[in-house]
Structure formats: structure tokens, C-alpha cells
């Protein structure tokens, strides 16, 4: 999720956005394995749409050492690299 517009934002705090972002929390997210993701997802969203919900899923997980509610947390890569717990 490099460039995030107010769509994308909108889509991800959406019902349908959250509920596809914790599926998504439950997959296996290996490099190997997105492309199939990928495509999966463009199956019910558009290529913006899905592309974000892989970023966050990811983004979630690299969090998760730094957040306990990571899971909960809306990050773009450069804000994960700066964000402390505190």
C-alpha cells in the first residue's frame, strides 16, 4: 500500500473490506503464494481493492511484534517502519 487514497481507506473500513482483511489474517501469505491470493481476491474486488487488503494482511503480520492489536491497526509500509508501541 505505497500511495492510499480516501477509496482505498473507505474500502478497507467497509464491511466488506474488514471481513475480507481477517480472512485474509488466517492465510498463508508466503511470497510464493500471492499471486494466487492475488487473483482470488480480483475475483471479488478490483485490482486497487485487493491489492490493499494483501498489503494490510502482510503489514498486520510484520506488526504483530511491535502491536498486540495489530490485527486491529491500519498501516502503509512507511509508517510500520517509523511506529513504535509506545
Known amino acids: 500500500m ?11 473500513l467497509s464491511a466488506p473490506g474488514r471481513q475480507a482483511a481477517a480472512a ?3 492465510e498463508t501469505l508466503d511470497d510464493a503464494d500471492l499471486p494466487a491470493r492475488l487473483a482470488a ?32 491497526l491500519f498501516f502503509t509500509a512507511e509508517a510500520l517502519e517509523q511506529a513504535t508501541a509506545r
Open 24 to 26: 485474509l489474517a488466517a
Open 2 to 12: 505505497d500511495a492510499i487514497n480516501l477509496q482505498t481507506v473507505e474500502f478497507l
Open 41 to 72: 481476491l480480483r475475483r471479488h474486488f478490483t485490482g486497487e481493492q485487493a491489492g490493499a487488503l494483501l498489503a494490510l494482511a502482510r503489514l498486520r503480520r510484520q506488526a504483530a511484534a511491535k502491536f498486540p492489536e495489530a490485527d486491529q
